[in-house]
């Protein structure tokens, strides 16, 4: 029993080295990820929710790596984040996002995630101006994204920033809200523009009575606080006549467009808005 329990510690010993040696390859291959025009970003149209009309993209990331094929931002995001990358991928991701926006109508919005490292900058809102403004693309067509996790390190920091960014221009929701350390508390406490329901709380609301009910109720939070709701994951159209009903603004989801490429998103938004 005592030699059977070693080899058990080898071999989580074993597996844990692979891991390790499997995520150091990852970093080392993302390193020349965007000199080599690896990275790629797609767009998920947002629609308003009475008029079904696109409103809004969110901008995704995505990897196309040389033999692992496409790898989805949470898997690289996070190793991006640890290993000094992220500044850079994001900076190269809002460029991107702004320049393939310039040619979209002009009402169309634009949404970015941002990651916590990117926000504590202190020169972030600096940068963000400069990008703006190399490009040329309207403050008032951009909306930053980002999570609980931006906010509670250092909360009055992160009020200070979202303010900044606010100041030039630029909108800023709270993404996958009904998750984690989700709370009441962050709503009122950050001046936010909109609000973004998780999917997980979305799921299911057409069969499940309780998730029903705390979606609706979370609605109904964001509007007493004057924020725009946008209900993610939407992936039925039952699941959209409840949250319409609930006085949800503005609906994504697989059911109504899925993430496409800068000049599919561009043909489907003409024909979508101007129609
Ligand atoms: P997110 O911000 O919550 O983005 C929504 C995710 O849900 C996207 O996954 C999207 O493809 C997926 N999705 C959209 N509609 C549906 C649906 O109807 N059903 C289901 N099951 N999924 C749906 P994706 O593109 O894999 O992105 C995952 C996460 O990676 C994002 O979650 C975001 O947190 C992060 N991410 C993506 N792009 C960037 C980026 O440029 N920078 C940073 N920092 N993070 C990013
Ligand atoms: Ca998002
Ligand atoms: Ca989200
Ligand atoms: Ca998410």
Known sequence: ?????????????????AARAERMRLADDLRGAIEGNALDVVYQPIFDITTMRPTGVEALVRWLHPTDGLIGPDRFIPIAEEDGMIEEIGEWVMRRACQDAMDWPAEVK?????????????RFDTLLGSVLASIGFPAKRLEIEMTETHLVADPERA?????????????????????????????RRFSFDKLKLDRSLVHGIAHDRSTRSLCEATIGLGRALCLQVTAEGVETEAEATILR???????????????????AVGGFLTMMVTR
């Open 245 to 263: 009903a609930a006085g949800c603004h503005a609906l994504q989801g697989y059911a109504y467009a899925r993430p496409m490429t800068a000049e």
């Open 159 to 187: 009020q200070a920033i979202i303010e900044s960014i606010r100041a030039l221009g630029v909108a800023v929701s709270l993404d996958d809200f009904g998750t984690g350390y989700s709370s009441i508390g962050y709503l």
């Open 110 to 122: 634009l949404s970015v995630n941002v990651s916590p490292v990117q926000f504590r900058n202190p």
């Open 1 to 17: 029993a005592k030699n059977l329990g070693r080899n058990r510690v080898a071999l989580y010993d074993l597996s844990i080295d």
